[in-house]
């Protein structure tokens, strides 16, 4: 069984970093497409980052690009989102999700198969 488990996240401050975890079990023994999300009460799932396997090429959105890093480690099955420069708009909650591997960037909803609970993430001033 596919299993995603974010961590991570918290209250941090506005200007500084972050770096989520995401841990990937029951079924990693193969490549998967990965991507991060976000979402809060007042809008829709927001697409955040994506990683293409094979080949790890990654694509951010207009909103944390130039600022986040989308990573991951086969060897302990761990995808990584790091963000710097955070602002208060960044306050959601972030979930990571997996797909069947394709050798381009996902970066729709409706494209994965399996998500974590996700991770709370508050930026305050």
């Known amino acids: 069984q596919m299993q995603l488990v974010e961590s991570g996240g918290g209250v941090l401050q506005a200007g500084g970093s972050l770096r989520l975890s995401c841990a990937v079990s029951?079924?990693?023994?193969?490549?998967?497409?990965m991507g991060w999300f976000r979402q809060t009460p007042a809008q829709e799932r927001e697409f955040v980052a994506g990683m293409s396997w094979p080949g790890n090429t990654t694509f951010y959105s207009d909103s944390v690009k130039g600022r986040a890093t989308m990573s991951r480690d086969e060897a302990s099955d761990t995808v990584f989102l790091e963000m710097s420069s955070l602002k208060l708009e960044d306050t959601a909650v972030y979930s990571c999700?997996?797909?069947?591997?394709?050798?381009?960037?996902?970066?729709?909803?409706?494209?994965?198969?399996?998500w974590g609970q996700g991770t709370q993430v508050i930026v305050s001033s």
């Open positions: 029951g079924g990693f023994y193969s490549g998967y497409n």
């Open positions: 999700s997996a797909a069947l591997g394709v050798p381009r960037v996902l970066r729709f909803a409706t494209d994965y198969n399996w």
